[in-house]
């Protein structure tokens, strides 16, 4: 049994002064991904950093039509308050697509953001895997890829897909994460938040040594828009996703004015999904046009032997979102 030592931090602050002291330090927030991995030996803390006690549990409305949201706010609670089900209903769907109730009770926004990849090689803690272990190579490229393994943003070194549905609606959104480190407060983009693999997988996200996720804030909802979430996997509750979308359309009748597209479940990241949207801007909202739009969404995506049917799912969790949205 390895053991390691528990401090709780009482700000901000106290939080990143204590990550100061020598080893390896995590910040254990709701702890659904962090306590598993411990368990199986995949992180190896030197020092756990509580930081339940921090006061990041609002969900606050900014005068610039923003919101934003704590990092300790739950799950649950973020998909039920009424800011969020009144202009982003998306992001409310998205979240109770993902887990289970007690898991969504526990785990917090900030947590959710800093996910780790559900890949069996990098749980088995024996597996070659370049993201547990830098230069080991990656036994998925070659071994069994199939439900939790990309198509998007791929490399020779890594092919896991992020696994979060709730990010995948607010890369659709638009964010902004706020985070505080040694160096004071900065503002990262959540598009530039996560980490595509390239040549250091391990790298999986743009915060720098002890910096803490404080707030998510997202943007000023479009006016008059409408919006879903479609996730399509094995098992209808409790699964990850095979291929699913975060759509946000605005419309003058029967022609679509704004868009907004990303997809999770193919993607080693929140996959925005840029040229669909600008090929589906100014159309009119009918079926060859969505078809259109969910093929442009996966361009450029390259399959591995097990994978190769995410292409074609990924252009319909696309197509069908559109269809229904606009119905
Ligand atoms: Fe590791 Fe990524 Fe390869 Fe999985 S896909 S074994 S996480 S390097």
Redesign the pocket.
Known sequence: MRTFDYARAQSPAQAISSHAAPGQPFYLAGGTTLLDLVKLDVMQPDRLVDINHLTLKQIEPLADGRVRIGALVSNTELASHPLILAHYGVLSQAILAGASTQLRNKATTGGNVMQR?R?N??RDGI??????NPGSG????GGHNRSV?AVLGTSE????THPSDMCVAMTAIGAQVTVQGPNGVREIPFSDFHLL?GQT?WLEHALQPHELITHVTLDAPLANSRSAYLKLRDRDSYQFALASSAVIVVMDGQRITEARIALGGVATKPWRALEAERALVGQKADREVFTQVGNDAMQGARAYEHNAFKIPLGQQVVTRNLRDLTA
């Open positions: 990849v890949c090689y990098f597996s070659p895997c370049n993201k547990r990656c036994a998925a490229i393994h070194h890594c092919i896991a693999p997988p």
